[in-house]
């Protein structure tokens, strides 16, 4: 017989003969056997000489008799043949194949037997190893193989603890179901599931055999369904076709495997969920009507990946926007629900917009009569509308109708601001946040704002503040936040006509959940409010604003609330608010409200926030504010008693009790808010090299609170020379970076330049005298003037010059 074909290097290779020859029911008769191959005849042929041979084997040696130049000869007899006829013979060929037959299911019958686990595993090897051979050589064994039930019995080897074992039943299945009539035997009863837990197995054979074996399963229609619904079995195939660790056949195979299993939507569902979407996407395009629609609906319940939105929008996003175009309800429907996804990443939203679906999308959300959309439908368009917009495109420039019109023009917005006040809360919030993100751009705040002032809905839109809904609350909060900065004075005449409005942003600030988006958002809008409007400044003291925001900043200078990345825009919107105090401190409440809380020191802290530009110049802005009122604060000692002479004791410019040289009074960061006391110059004087020009204008201008008339100037220059600000101050004017740092920088050094003895020293540096000059030459009447008596202060003008009138 032939030999084996080739297999593992295991006990299923050994003594192959032998067990053939121990299963024979018949001995094998030497006329079965070829005289030139030695083995048994499946196609014997008879010579003229009565030999008889294989006729492949014979053909080949009268063939090789003309190549030597030979006459054709008997290999048995060596006798030369007349003629090379080969005559069939066919009775010996009947003979052997009964012979066979009787034999092969004698065999067959020895491998029923061996075929069980409590056998040997050489045993089980030999048997499997047999059937293997068997159906490799004579295909139409593999049927044979069926009708004597060994199919089972070699499922049931899957299970063996011997991994030998389990790879041969593996590869025998496989060989077995290459026959279309034994896959379904094959995937009887829980055989496919044990199949699929092969998948995951730690060796790689088993593993490439399982897939191979699947593979070959998955051709049967019927069965690709089975395999589907084995739990894991698709997710682990996608996996597997994937892989950059499995060796090529493997990948290959599980492939292949999936493709087969396409031909079932209910598998493509499974292949979708784990991020194999084209099948999905190809029913989509070029299924029925019916499965496009079931696939859209269904694309709209995944969850998707942000890489594979984008996917979904380059391959499906111009099929689903026509869908919307041109669709019934249903399939309108279908599509909303599967751009609701996509629509939600930056990138996939850009394809969409490109893709044309903005104009439909409007449509139908402003569509009324018997063709518009349920509100439940328009929901879904607002948030579709509300992800567009937050990806930052120029609206401006992407016409909705045959107009020109576009999502920013007023007619647009008007009908936006229509719908959020006659819908649902569901529906108000996501269109207000589309609004949200019109006012994050910069290119179209302004038309935005038009549009609001035109229709008359400021006052709508503050009411929804008091929302019971938490998003619809944010989103009005951010919204107002947004156009704060271009119509704060409107906003505030709406907050003075209702307070419950200002009420609620107060409440929403007070909030100790750690520091959110519509904190930080609240607070930006008080903080855009304008800041001298004095009836809005005590409606926040009324609300005990004030004392929160207090609380508030030091917790967070503390480490005692963390709130992330909106951290730093809270704190921002806090101090800008805490700013209004320092602006209404010609009334007596606040300035007890300062004095209780030392909002000077407060601030004086703040002016480290390094990294916090907004923080340290407004911080510097108050400071400035409330060291002008120092003077007038500061408690003047009682004129000594007759007789009594204290410049007799050696005091010149503070005595023992605590008398500022500056304001010469009694003086304290905490009552009289003196810079002074606390460091406070220091730490302004290390803010005039900051790189923000608007850091430096507040720092100064808080600095030249200590030169100014009304205090001891003399002082205050000596006071910016101990704190090494005189040489920061010149370097500011020097380096003329706007003209308001110029101004200031010029009115400081004048004054300090009154000193002799820094104007001398001053005098030699070209580099101030030249800032003087081009002030002189270049700067405002005012600036020109005060350029003038410092140049003189330094010999640069002669003091009889009458070119400007001296100032009073």
């Known amino acids: 017989m032939a030999e084996p074909a080739d297999g593992y290097n295991d006990s299923s290779t050994h003594s192959t003969d032998s067990y053939h020859e121990t299963t024979h029911i018949e001995p094998l008769y030497e006329a079965f056997l070829c005289p030139l191959t030695r083995k048994i005849m499946h196609n014997p042929v008879t010579l003229e000489t009565g030999q008889t041979f294989e006729r492949e084997a014979i053909e080949k040696w009268l063939r090789e008799c003309t190549v030597n130049g030979k006459p054709p000869t008997c290999p048995v007899t060596r006798k030369v043949l007349s003629s090379t006829e080969l005559n069939p013979s066919i009775a010996l060929r009947n003979t052997i194949e009964e012979w066979s037959q009787r034999n092969e299911a004698a065999r067959l019958d020895v491998a029923r037997k061996s075929l069980s686990v409590g056998n040997s595993e050489t045993e089980v090897l030999q048997a499997l190893g047999y059937v293997t051979e068997l159906c490799l050589m004579i295909r139409a064994q593999k049927n044979f193989v069926r009708r004597r039930e060994l199919i089972p019995l070699v499922a049931d080897m899957l299970k063996s603890t011997s991994r030998r074992v389990r790879l041969k039943a593996l590869e025998t299945l496989r060989i077995l179901a290459e026959d279309d009539d034994n896959k379904e035997n094959v995937a009887v009863g829980d055989t496919i599931r044990t199949i699929v837990k092969f998948l995951s197995h730690e060796h790689s054979q088993e593993r490439e055999e399982a897939v191979s074996l699947l593979y070959e399963l998955s051709k049967n229609a019927s069965l690709c369904e089975k395999i589907g619904d084995v739990t894991g079995a698709i997710l682990i195939l996608v996996g597997m076709s994937s892989s950059k660790s499995e060796n ?132 879904v368009s607002a948030t579709i509308l509300a992800n567009l917009v937050a990806c930052g495109v120029n609206f401006e420039s992407i016409p909705l109708d045959h107009n020109r019109q576009t999502l920013v023009s007023e007619d647009i917005v008007h009908n936006l601001l229509h719908l959020i006040s006659n819908t649902g809360p569901a529906i108000e919030c996501k269109l207000l946040q589309v609004l949200v993100g019109l006012t994050s751009s910069l290119s179209t705040v302004s038309n935005i704002v038009a549009a609001i002032k035109s229709s008359g809905a400021t006052i709508s839109l503050i009411q929804f503040i008091e929302a019971p809904q938490w998003e619809v609350r944010m989103a009005a909060i951010k919204l107002l936040n947004n156009i704060s900065p271009h119509m704060g004075q409107d906003l505030a005449d709406s907050f003075r006509a209702d307070g419950s409005q200002l009420s609620s942003l107060v409440g929403v600030m007070a909030e100790n959940n750690g520091i959110s988006d519509e904190q930080a958002a609240a607070a930006g809008l008080l903080a855009d409010l304008p800041e001298r409007d004095s009836v809005l400044t005590r409606r926040l003291l009324e609300e005990n604003a004030f004392m929160i925001i207090i609380s508030k900043v030091k917790r967070i200078r503390q480490g005692e609330i963390r709130g992330g990345r909106f951290a730093t825009p809270f704190l921002e919107g806090l101090v800008r608010i805490l700013y209004r105090v320092t602006c209404m401190l010609d009334e007596n409440s606040f300035i007890v409200l300062a004095q209780e809380h030392n909002l000077a020191a407060l601030f004086t802290e703040l002016l480290q926030m390094n990294g916090v530009d907004t923080v340290q110049a407004v911080s510097a802005a108050a400071l400035e504010n409330l060291s002008q009122k120092s003077k007038h604060l500061t408690r003047i000692p009682d004129p000594p008693q007759p007789g009594f002479c204290c410049f007799c004791l050696g005091k010149t410019t503070q005595d023992t009790a605590g008398i500022c040289r500056v304001h010469h009074g009694f003086c304290s960061i905490k009552d009289t808010f003196c810079l002074l006391d606390g460091k406070a110059v220091e730490k302004l004087v290390s803010l005039l090299d900051h790189t923000k020009e608007q850091v430096v204008e507040a720092a100064l201008a808080a600095i030249c609170t200590l030169l100014e008339d009304g205090v001891d100037i003399e002082e205050g220059v000596i006071v910016l020379c101990e704190a090494e600000g005189i040489r920061p101050i010149l370097e500011v004017l020097c380096e003329n970076r706007t003209e308001v740092l110029r101004q200031r920088a010029v009115w400081a050094v004048e004054r300090i330049l009154r000193r002799e003895d820094i104007a001398y020293d001053i005098s030699g540096d070209q580099n101030v005298g030249t800032a003087l000059v081009e002030a002189f030459r270049n700067g405002d009447y005012r600036t020109r003037q005060v350029a003038e008596r410092a140049l003189k202060h330094v010999d640069k003008l002669p003091n009889f010059s009458g070119i400007f009138t001296k100032m009073t």
């Open 248 to 379: 090529v056949l493997t990948v290959e195979r599980a492939e292949k495997t999936l493709e087969n299993l396409e031909r079932y939507e209910k598998n493509v569902r499974q292949m979708a969920e784990n991020g194999r979407l084209r099948p999905l996407l190809t029913l989509l395009l070029q299924g029925s009507p019916d499965t496009q629609l079931s696939m859209a609906a269904y694309l709209g319940e995944l969850v998707l990946s942000n890489d594979v939105k984008v996917f979904v929008a380059e391959t499906a996003g111009s099929a689903l926007v026509n869908v919307m175009r041109s669709g019934n309800k249903q399939a309108r429907e279908a599509a909303l629900k599967a751009l609701n996804q996509i629509s939600s990443y930056e990138t996939s939203a850009k394809i969409l917009i490109e893709a044309g679906i903005l104009p439909p999308l409007v449509k139908d959300l402003f569509m009324v009569g018997s063709n518009q959309l349920p509100m439940r439908l328009k929901e």
